[in-house]
Structures are given as C-alpha cells and as structure tokens.
C-alpha cells in the first residue's frame, strides 16, 4: 500500500508549497493530501491514517495542537508522525507541541529541503 501524507494548513500558499517540495514521492506511490482547517485534518487522520502529517498550529475549527492531541492521546495513532509548522519566535509552542504528542516541531518560513530530507527519513525512502 501506498504511504500517505497529509499537509493541513490554512494558507494554500503553504499548502502549495509543501506538495511541490514533496511531488516528487509520488513518483515513489507517495500518496499527498490536503486539509484547509483543524477538523478535515482530523477526520482524514482518522479515516485514512496516513504516515506522516504537516500540522499548521493555527487552523479554524480546531488548532494543530488539538488535532496533533486527538491523534496522540485519544486515537492512541503512533504510526502517524505528526510535524507541527508554526510561525518562527513562537518558543512557547513548540513546549506545547511536545506535550500534544507531535514527533517534530519545523519553524516558518521552512527549508524546502529539509521538509524533503525528513519525509524520507521518515518514510525510508
């Protein structure tokens, strides 16, 4: 079976960027979706359990962290890597993060490159 990321972010500048620095995957059976707010993220999470996740902290209907703390500690979905984005100087969430359950914490603006190294790494590729 294919390996699945989700990038849920509210910005589909964001959005964009992610899928084009990780399109070439799919050329790998990577399979990549989208959420625009908290509450698709979830759903999709849930309904799909895909490997890895891009987790915007600020989202409507529901923040990264809440969704990040419903996979983790009310789903019990390990398998899932959860990496929460948040906006850069936001020392406080990444504390927050952590006690949600996420597997990593990236900064905005991020390294194309380093969102790349990482879901490989992840997905060993």
Known sequence: MAA???IADDEAHIRRLIEQTLEELEDEGVEILTAND???ALEMIRDLQPEIVFL???MPKMSGFEVCHAVKR???LDGVFVIVLTAQGQDTHEGRGELAGADLYMTK???PDQILATTKAVLHL
């Open 56 to 58: 915007d902290v600020m």
């Open 38 to 40: 908290g509450e698709e």
């Open 4 to 6: 699945r990321i989700l």
């Open 109 to 111: 603006p991020f390294d």
């Open 74 to 76: 009310k789903l019990h």
